[in-house]
């Protein structure tokens, strides 16, 4: 058993973890998010769904690419650490504040800022993810993050997403996918300990030529 699940390092599994409570709490939403914008948002039409869905692409799709070269560009991983926990942050507060969204401006900024809080959440992610990959074990782990993260914590998401909106109503659930939002942001603190501090390069020296004196 232990030659066929090899051991993983704590980072690999923080976020692996983390991850897969985040993507099973925003799991919940493709079942309800086209329903919720067309029968609760006054106004609203199943082409606002596709402008809303637009916003948040782009915005993510535009910013992650300047976040991603500012923290490559700083050196230890103390940036990539602090741009997570703020995304993860944002991500919360946003897809909370949807529950009182009343018109369909409402649904754009808000997709905008969870654009926003994406962009400064995915970059540093992967960043870290790959820096921390135990070598000899990328594929295996990348393939854990695959089939647990991602697939596993969609399925779960996807299903009871439709369970807990029949249940509480569409409204309701969005302060939940937040709570599980803000309980993922939370596991990332603990990866605080194995990050690697800001470096401060060294001054270079100057070299002088003594061959005259």
Known sequence: MQQWFPKINQVILIIVFADFILITAFGFLPPIFAVFITEQIPG??????????????MTKSVLQLFVARFIDRARGEIDDFYFMIM????????????????????VYVLGFMLGLGDAMLV???YAIFTRHIDKGKEGFEW???????????????GALGGIFAT????????PLIGMLSFLATVMILFLKPYIAPKITP?????????KGT
């Open 87 to 106: 995304g993860g942050l944002i991500s919360s507060v946003v897809i909370t504040l949807y529950y009182f969204a009343a018109a369909t401006w409402h």
């Open 44 to 57: 609203a039409t199943v082409a606002t769904v596709g402008f809303a869905l637009t916003v948040y692409w």
């Open 167 to 174: 249940l509480v109503g569409f409204r309701a659930m969005f």
């Open 143 to 157: 393939a854990l993050y695959s089939s647990f993260s991602l697939g596993a914590g969609s399925a779960l998401g």
């Open 123 to 125: 970059p540093p992610f």
């Open 202 to 210: 060294a001054p270079a020296r100057i070299f002088i030529d003594k």
